[in-house]
């Protein structure tokens, strides 16, 4: 089967890779970095492609810019899988992105919307936040490192590469149980764990920072719901892995 990799580059689309790789599927990269634009479209072809996997993302907290990012990207996307006549679009969303509506979750939601309304057959897992959502997101805070106060249910980005990797050889399902992590536990406790596995030593808080979002992260919004689909490995086990 020949997959397609939006955001191929990226924390989850790295394994993704990996994953349809190593199940002997032929994959066909997508991002900058193989000269793909998929906010512009240029280098966007999609000939001879089985299955198109979007696991795209910009870099950005920002409501409007992830807003503009996946408004083109997804746009940009559906129009060259139906030129291109793909059967099948696998689609990765966030737990809560459409309950809370903010920041990079406001152009999650707009992807969710897009993507559901097009033109190719479509299959969408919502997954809670990564493991290595801590060590992208904490800042330094003079002699402490920070990280919002969230409730979350964290899975490590290889598991949920590996159901998309699966979903993708399966026929459109529309949306499919959510996936998360076995453990409720805080980003916080999530880097002390990494940081013990590596012997690191530094202080980490949590913030209670203002606004919308951040009450959406600590009232639950964001945690799945109870027929989730639950997967490995604890925390302890993917802190101790390498990196």
Known sequence: MR???AGATGIVGTWIVREAQAAGHDVVPMSRAQGVDLVTGVGLHL???DVLIDA???????AAQARAFFAASTANLLRAGAAS????????????????????????????KLTTAGTIPWTLLRSTQFFEFAQKHV?????W??????RSQPVAAASVARRLVELAAEAPQGRVLEIAGPERMSPADVLRARDRALGVRRRVIELRLPGGFA?????????????????????????????
């Open 3 to 5: 997959i397609a990799v």
């Open 56 to 62: 795209s993302g910009p870099r950005t907290g920002s």
């Open 215 to 243: 009450r959406a992260l600590r009232d639950g919004t964001i945690l799945p719901g109870a027929d989730a689909e639950i997967v490995g490995p604890r925390c302890a086990e993917w802190a101790s892995a390498p990196a």
């Open 85 to 112: 006549g793909v059967p099948h679009l696998v689609s990765l969303g966030i737990v809560g992105a459409a309950k809370a509506p903010y920041g990079y979750y406001a152009g999650k939601a707009l992807q969710e």
């Open 145 to 150: 490192w920070g990280l919002p106060v969230m």
């Open 139 to 143: 800042q330094r805070i003079g002699p």
């Open 47 to 49: 000939d001879g492609v």
